[in-house]
């Protein structure tokens, strides 16, 4: 079995990485006796574009018919990313919305799948279990009133239709940078900050690795 952490951040240990780790320790734990290899791919690491609305994924006797067909890093990914056991996608928060490199990623991943048909059928090869983290620095009072939930819960529809619902989890009011008193940040206080990531983070890591344990029920 293989389960990919998919790291929609451009930063490799930081809050998102490190959530998306614990994650997958969670599913290594589950796995107990199973076989299960794990995988991170750091999408900032690669060299791709969003969908080029080619078309070729729908095209009728295309052999690119529900594949992507633009060459390039994701190519590869796409095909092994496609016969996963489980996915873990994670983000940070850039205004509003996932990390444009993610959102270019889904584009790519998902769109290949939706055959334009009444139900919009899903020709995903498999219907794995995923999840979805995102990161942020609002806190979570904030993130609710401002309407964030309602744009993540699109992505996380069109992800349910493609593939299966996510499990989904929020860590807010991140911590930004490792020493506050080197940026120009009026707007946050840096105590605040510091003591909400001592008493919060390791929650929210706790929460995420039992998002990996529940992953994968059977
Ligand atoms: C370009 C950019 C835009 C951001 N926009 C938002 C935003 O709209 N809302 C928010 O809550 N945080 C925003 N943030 C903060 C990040 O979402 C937050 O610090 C996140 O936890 C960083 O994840 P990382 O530590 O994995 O890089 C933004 C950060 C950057 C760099």
């Known amino acids: 079995m293989k389960v990919y952490g998919i790291n929609g951040s451009p930063r490799k240990n930081k809050n998102t990485a490190t959530l998306l780790q614990k994650a997958l320790d969670g599913v290594k734990e589950s796995a107990k006796d199973k076989e299960i290899e794990i995988e991170i791919i750091n999408l900032y ?6 969908c080029k609305s080619c078309f070729a994924c729908k095209r009728l006797g295309s052999k690119s018919y529900g594949k992507c067909a633009v060459k390039d890093d994701l190519q590869e990914v796409l095909e092994k990313v496609s016969q996963a056991d489980g996915l873990i996608f994670s983000s940070p928060v850039y205004f509003s919305n996932v990390t444009g490199q993610l959102l270019s990623f889904l584009e790519r991943l998902l769109f290949p799948y939706l055959v334009y048909d009444n ?17 942020m620095n609002v806190k979570e009072e904030l993130m609710k009133q401002i309407g964030y939930l309602k744009t993540f ?7 349910g239709h493609i593939f299966t619902k996510p499990l989904v989890m929020y860590s807010n009011n991140t911590y930004q940078f490792d020493d506050y008193s080197k940026y120009k940040v009026e707007s946050f206080s840096e105590e605040e900050k510091a003591e909400y990531r001592k008493i919060q983070f390791p929650l929210d890591c706790q929460k995420a690795f039992e998002i990996g344990v529940n992953l994968i029920k059977n």
Do not use: V
Not at 153 to 159: A, G, L, S, T
């Open 153 to 159: 819960e699109r992505m996380e529809f069109n992800i």
């Open 45 to 50: 690491d690669l060299n791709y574009t969003g």
């Open 119 to 135: 139900n919009g059928t899903s020709l995903a090869p498999k219907r794995m279990p995923t999840a979805f983290i995102y990161t």
